[in-house]
């Protein structure tokens, strides 16, 4: 994620206002512990796209990890439900957002396993590597 972010920067200055490249941003960010990057540049993509389930996850996930706005990430759940996001990612996001309000990890709950609200795994202690596999299955 480090090396993609002069790249996306670039496109952003090539063709700002484009959701894509600002959701890019944003994962990058959010991959890289930015959190506060990871806000604003969802912000920015929903902005253009307020239908983009995408950049509002990583704005519910960034909010979850500063524990800021949670009140905030609830409304957005609630929006991409009304929207017909993926339930199985609602569930994760809303298991988290309760985590984060309650102080308690969801790692501690029976059943729960450590992957993010994104479908994010733990890093692979080989390889330093998400052990996730895509669509956040491990």
Known sequence: PEEAIPFLEKADQAKPNDARTMAGLSMASFMLEKYDDSVKWSKKSIEINQENPGASFL????????????????????????????????????????????????????????????????????????????????
Do not use: C, F, M
């Not at 709950?109 to 994104?118: A, C, E, R």
């Not at 390889?127 to 491990?138: C, E, I, L, V």
């Open 59 to 138: 704005l519910v996930a960034s909010y979850i990890r500063l524990r800021k706005n949670l009140d905030e990430a609830e409304s957005i759940l609630k929006r991409l439900e009304v929207q017909k996001a993926d339930p199985t990612i609602l569930a994760n996001a809303r298991k988290e957002l309760e985590s984060a309000r309650t102080g308690k990890s969801p790692d501690s709950q029976p059943g729960s396993d450590s992957k993010t609200v994104l479908g994010h795994g733990p890093e692979d202690p080989n390889t330093g590597k998400s052990a996730a596999k895509p669509g956040g299955r491990q």
